[in-house]
């Protein structure tokens, strides 16, 4: 007897049981109709002898496959019993059995007025096992007395407007259901509760739900055509991707690993989840490109370890503090006034520092979303960066499109509770300044801008002491590692040069001012311009990014490319974690990526 059968119920409410090995040629077979709902059948579950059905009569139905039909090639299924008469339409159901010795499975049901039924098969026999012809009794159980004195509830009521799925997942005691105000609900089996609520971010209805125990990840559907994977164990979202314009109707897994069917109204397609990928992508942050990324280093809080965190800024005008395990949104600030155009963190007083495209730079207080304002710049703040001069001393630097570097005492505030302006000067006349960096090995600061030139100062006296000419565009980023300066420019190079030569050093560094001649090597790889640096700490090795969506990981002193990432994406800025080998980036669409550096040995 096969046991391979295809089951669809129809709104005239019937049952049809269906051969599906019979050839193409001889169009699908029908074995048997099942007929006894008095509405249309909108759920079945198909296990060992029994068929379970639900419907818009609000009944629960068993039929039970006729023992002596061993030789016949089809089973015949006969009505056994009326489980539940539920209060609502039944919208969905799920039977499952965890791996304990014993369990004979429970079967869930969700109905339309927000209410999850829960059925348990009895076995009369003993010892009690599941067979293909075991007889079965079955008990509904719950913990709440509805109001219209039907059967008892499975989880109090928490939804007024009626689950659309539910899924029983045995071996993890959880029950996850859909729902008509665009929610999945978890729930816990042995404590009775929701667990938590997951909102749709695009506002509309979940459609589908499919589980995946290899990854303890839920897949979902929605009806703006997306598919999400929500992660069991950490709690979040872990992925998504928009596949259509159109919306899903259903997900199921398929017979091949990794793969998952999705239906439309019209289409049926299959899709592979890679998860072997060196990026993710952040969900639910901003929605203007990300603008500036800041990692900040652990700090000592009580008996709890360290505290490490991520900032984010954007021209949706707010900042962000980020979860760097998790990447979620812990903190958001807004900005009301003027959009933003830079950030950085002062790390000691714990305070986000924001540059505006109207000159302004503000201090953040993250506990109340209060600031403190500061204006000098008449143009757009481009670069921001604390400069620690000394062990006692911590500097602000800040410069702008106007050409004008100026240096601010953070810690000192006057009655004003404005920082003080230590000193300011027109380092780039008549040119933007796009990026600002501190050598504290040479102490000295370097600015460099759109008239291609990286400009060398003493950090301390603030006096002029030399440039490095040989970018043939604009200068757009900065970066350091030791005696090695690397600049970034939208000549789409990345040119290594010696901070500061030699003949420009001590007494004599004011007095002899360099011009060009200390560049080292070109590294060419990107395609468009090259828009944030960084050194690794752990490898040494240099990290790229850049408009044409690539991230690149070189061995500068060989001028080799190591490890490749490419995505669609226009890449603003990047980050290096501090508690993981892993770069952050954020995306003129918006986004932020994050890539695993790993040992790059090898071209991606």
């Not at 119920?9 to 169009?27: E, L």
Request: hydrophobic share 40%; aromatic share 8%.
């Amino acid at each position: 007897m096969t046991t391979d059968l295809v089951l669809s119920g129809s709104a005239d409410a019937s049952i049809k049981v269906w051969d599906p090995h019979v050839g193409v040629t001889q169009g699908p077979q029908c074995t048997q109709t099942l007929v006894g709902h008095g509405g249309s059948v909108t759920a079945l579950v198909h296990k060992a002898a029994y068929i379970i059905s639900g419907s818009t009569d609000r009944s629960i139905r068993l039929w039970r496959a006729v023992e002596g039909r061993r030789l016949m090639a089809y089973p015949w299924f006969e009505p056994q019993a009326v489980l539940v008469l539920a209060e609502g339409w039944i919208h969905s159901l799920s039977f499952a059995a965890s791996s304990k010795v014993g369990d004979q499975g429970t079967l869930y049901a969700a109905d339309s007025t927000g209410a999850v039924l829960k059925v348990v098969p009895h076995v009369l026999e003993s010892p009690p096992v599941w067979r293909p012809m075991s007889r079965v009794d079955w008990r509904v159980e719950g913990q709440a007395e509805p109001k219209g004195g039907g059967p008892p509830l499975a989880f109090r009521r928490v939804c007024d407007r009626g689950f659309l799925a539910v899924r029983y997942l045995a071996d993890e005691g959880l029950v996850v259901t859909l729902s008509y105000d665009c929610c999945m609900r978890v729930f816990d089996v042995h404590a009775g509760g929701c667990r938590y609520v997951v909102e749709n971010e695009n506002g509309c209805q979940f459609t589908s739900l499919e589980y995946d125990p290899e990854h303890a990840q839920v897949v979902l559907a929605d009806k703006r055509g997306y598919l999400w994977l929500w992660d069991l164990r950490r709690q979040c979202m872990a992925a998504s991707k928009r596949l259509a314009t159109d919306a899903i109707v259903a997900v199921f897994k398929s017979r091949v690993a990794g793969e998952f069917g999705v239906c439309y109204a019209q289409l049926l397609e299959f899709w592979r989840i890679e998860r072997d990928l060196d990026y993710n992508i952040v969900r639910g942050g901003h929605t203007g490109p990300v603008v500036s990324l800041y990692a900040v280093p652990g700090r000592q809080v009580g008996q709890g370890g360290l505290d490490f965190r991520v900032l984010s800024a954007s021209q949706d005008n707010s900042i962000r503090v980020w979860d760097p395990e998790r990447m979620q949104c812990l903190r958001l600030l807004r900005e009301t006034r003027s959009e933003i155009s830079v950030m950085t963190f002062y790390e000691q007083g714990n305070m986000p520092i924001t540059g505006h495209d109207d000159g302004t730079i503000r201090l953040w207080t993250l506990d109340t979303g209060s600031t403190i304002n500061m204006r000098e710049h008449t143009n757009t703040v481009s670069c921001l960066a604390m400069v620690a001069v000394s062990k006692q001393d911590e500097l602000l630097f800040s410069a702008g499109f106007d050409g004008w570097v100026c240096v601010w005492n953070v810690r000192k505030r006057s009655h004003t509770s404005r920082p003080e302006l230590l000193y300011h000067w027109e380092a780039h006349p008549s040119s933007e300044v796009l990026c600002l960096r501190h050598n504290p090995l040479k102490n000295v600061i370097l600015t460099a801008g759109n008239d291609r030139r990286i400009k060398v100062w003493n950090a301390r006296t603030y006096d002029y002491m030399g440039e490095h000419v040989g970018h043939s565009e604009a200068v757009a980023c900065l970066a350091l590692d030791a005696n090695f300066l690397f600049s970034g420019s939208e000549d789409c190079s990345i040119r290594v040069w010696d901070t500061v030569p030699a003949a420009g050093q001590g007494k004599r560094q004011a007095k002899l001012p360099f011009s060009g001649g200390t560049h080292l090597k070109t590294l060419t790889g990107h395609k468009q311009t090259v828009t944030a640096i960084e050194v690794l700490p752990l490898s040494g090795h240099l990290v790229s990014c850049g408009t044409d969506g690539q991230l690149l990981i070189w061995d500068y002193t060989a001028a080799v490319v190591l490890r490749r990432f490419q995505r669609p994406d226009e890449f603003r800025c990047l980050a290096l974690r501090h508690d993981a080998d892993e770069v952050l980036v954020g995306t003129m669409q918006n986004a932020i990526y994050r890539f695993a550096a790993g040992e790059a040995v090898r071209l991606g």
